[in-house]
């Protein structure tokens, strides 16, 4: 079967760095993506990673390794309202999107 | 700006009762999705429509259908809503479903949470 694991929370404080890891087991891999979302909000988008290697936007960065199913995000300079979960999803061969549970971020002062 | 709306934002309604969710469109994309999410789980796809051809994921209830009359707008229709169907419903689109290019990107809407009562 197909599989996306992704911790479930993760606490951090405010002006430090976290990663969240992403791992994944899908028929094929057509590119990964990282999404935001706060309670009760829609999930936003952040990155989309298809090559190999880190990708920074900002604060932001996403890296996938392919080879070993594997992706982080990265976020630099933590501010409280990062506090979020934040959803790793995957396409398969099929083009069809597989999505982690999401891992809960609470960012402490 | 160009975005994804739906509604109601909140919806209540009684057991059996119908209810339709609304989602529209102003970034002229090809695809949209209606996605449902419960509480710390990923959203599950329900069905997406790629112009007007309709797909139905196998195990989405027969108790949800879909309707895209145009290419703006897709509507969400819960038949007889029992208790198990309290959660949030996403819309999102995107210009297309396929390939790797930033074209594929969700843009979702701000979701429609249903309760039933």
């Known amino acids: 079967g197909q599989n996306i694991d992704q911790p479930t929370e993760m606490t951090a404080t405010e002006g430090a760095i976290v990663q969240i890891n992403c791992t994944y087991q899908?028929?094929?891999?057509?590119?990964l993506f990282w999404y935001q979302q706060h309670a009760g909000e829609a999930p936003t988008f952040l990155s989309y990673n298809v090559l190999d290697g880190l990708e920074e936007k900002g604060r932001f960065s996403s890296f996938l390794s392919r080879s070993k199913g594997y992706s982080y995000l990265l976020l630099k300079e933590l501010q409280m309202k990062d506090s979020a979960s934040y959803l790793c999803?995957?396409?398969?061969?099929?083009?069809?999107?597989?999505w982690g549970a999401g891992t809960k971020l609470i960012i402490k002062p | 700006d160009a975005m994804v709306i739906q509604n109601p934002r909140y919806q209540v309604t009684q057991f059996g009762k119908p209810v339709t969710l609304s989602c529209s469109q102003t970034?002229?994309?090809?695809?949209m999705y209606w996605y449902q999410q419960k509480s710390s789980q990923a959203p599950k796809l329900l069905f997406h429509?790629?112009?007007?051809?309709?797909?139905n994921e196998a195990d989405t209830p027969d108790n949800f259908q879909s309707r895209r009359p145009n290419t703006s707008f897709c509507f969400l229709d819960i038949r007889s809503p029992g208790l198990g169907d309290a959660a949030m419903y996403l819309c999102?689109?995107?210009?297309?479903?396929?390939?790797?290019?930033?074209?594929?990107?969700?843009?979702f809407g701000a979701g429609s949470r249903l309760t039933v009562l």
């Open positions: 999102a689109t995107s210009l297309i479903a396929g390939g790797t290019s930033g074209a594929n990107v969700l843009t």
């Open positions: 899908t028929s094929g891999f057509n590119g």
């Open positions: 999803a995957v396409k398969d061969s099929n083009y069809q999107l597989i």
């Open positions: 970034l002229n994309h090809n695809v």
């Open positions: 429509y790629y112009d007007k051809d309709f797909n």
